[in-house]
């Protein structure tokens, strides 16, 4: 056993009865080497390893910190939150990405919504009337924060939804990743605290990867889909400078929180001064007539930044987002001018035409109607002939199902199977960093149901029921 390990295993069983008690200071790392005669390195090394386990917590220019119990139980329920190692996972989400891209392999594991659904035949005419234009490939006017027009638009629809916004609120950015990224980049440095949800998009864990942020995640609640209790712990026993939380038909599962969940995460957020970037992609996949609320809405002293995209429900080929920054709308449109420059002109001259006209209006009732209905009829087919141990989550909004798989079978090896027949799926070692076992998949159901499809899902069903063993 190495020194480093001799002594966190002595540290940790300081903590575990109690003598070292939560929130009590540690000794610093020099006061460390004289108590225990190891050198400094092997004091870092040890604080590091109870840090990467959640049992203490490091505090800037103070030191470290032991953390509050990370098993908190009522008389229904548990749940976890962990300080999570080091992220690592772009080599993974590379790995994947490259996998499912031929056109030969089925789609359901891909993030976009089925062309089919999305294609508009008004914005392709619109772009090709404008593309003959050229005051329309103008690129000064469409600089950061990008074009004027659309930002009013954009502006105009977040005061439809009671949210007061000047265009000079928005920043116009190429996609919601952009934005989401932009947005931790002006918020965030190396070594502060995030949260994350513990099945989150992977965009969001490779940003914390990236930046090299300490991720802390909160599990999902069973009922609720965020976990309210867990939050408040967590901001009480970390540091935490910003969140990035997916609120509403969350990706991967589905869920969206309700309203008065929202108001009172809301008043945490407020309470211990911690930002939150909002991914609210899919903001306008509801199943219903009223529209979700964002956490914006609740958004009293500019604690909220929020990002959404164009590229969901008008296809991968508008990769145009953008992010109500309000006061740190001068600092993304920096960064910026530093990364992507500006977005398409086309494309932004191109939506100014088909939202002011409203067309997208109209768009997007049919393409909520045609996502509601093929996401119940995969729901349908998959729920009256999954195996036994087998469960489907289904939340009426999005194009996502979640598929919990029993303990015996590895959603990975599962992933690796179907793979090699052409069928894509996305698997929970995706969305979730933590050493458990993460044994579920995510389902692209935004596709109009036909014999290929239902070949593909008998397919998917075939492998479920072979039983065979997991393997680490």
Known sequence: MYKSE?????????????????????????????????????????????????????????????????????????????????????????????????????????????????????????????SRNKKSYDAIDNLPPGNLALRKLIAQRYCMQG??????????????????????????????????????????????????????????????????????HILKTYPVKICWLMLNSHNPIGFTVSDDIKQKISIL?????????????????????????????????????????????????????????????QNIQHLQLMSTISVNTLLQNALVEFISNYHYEKHLRVLRKSLQQHKLQFYRYLESRLPTGCKLQYHPSGYFLWLKLPEHLNSMLIYQQLIQQNIGVAPGQLFNVSEQKNQCIRLNCSFAWNEQIQQAVDTLLHILSLDVPSQT
């Open 163 to 232: 949210i007061p916004t000047e265009p000079d609120d928005i920043v116009i950015t190429s996609g919601c990743m952009d934005a989401l990224n932009l947005s931790l980049q002006a918020i965030a440095k190396s070594g502060d605290y995030i949260v994350l949800q513990q099945n989150i998009f992977y965009g969001a864990l490779q940003a914390a990867e990236r930046l090299g942020l300490k991720v802390v995640t909160i599990p999902e609640h069973p009922q609720d889909g965020f976990d309210l209790e867990a939050f408040e």
């Open 269 to 329: 957020l407020h309470q211990y001064n911690v930002h939150l970037i909002e991914d609210d992609v899919y903001e306008e996949m509801y199943f219903g007539n009223k529209k979700p609320l964002s956490m914006k809405y609740f958004d009293q002293k500019n604690m909220v930044l929020h990002c959404s995209s164009f590229s969901k429900t008008l296809g991968a080929a508008f990769r145009v987002g953008w992010v109500h920054a309000g006061i740190y709308s």
């Open 6 to 130: 001799q002594l966190a295993q002595q540290l940790r069983h300081l903590i575990e009865n109690g003598t070292l008690k939560a929130h009590e200071k540690l000794p610093s790392l020099r006061e460390q080497v004289q108590l225990s005669g190891f050198s400094l390195i092997t004091v870092m090394n040890a604080y590091q390893e109870l840090e990467s386990r959640g049992m203490i917590y490091a505090r800037e220019k103070s030191g470290y910190y032991v953390t509050q119990s990370i098993v908190e139980s009522d008389s229904e329920r548990s749940y976890i939150v962990s300080l999570n190692k080091p992220v690592e996972i772009n080599s993974l989400v590379f790995k994947y990405l490259k996998s499912i891209q031929n056109q030969n392999v089925m789609p359901f594991g891909s993030a976009f919504p089925s062309q089919d659904v999305v294609f508009s035949k008004k914005l392709t005419q619109i772009m090709g009337q404008i």
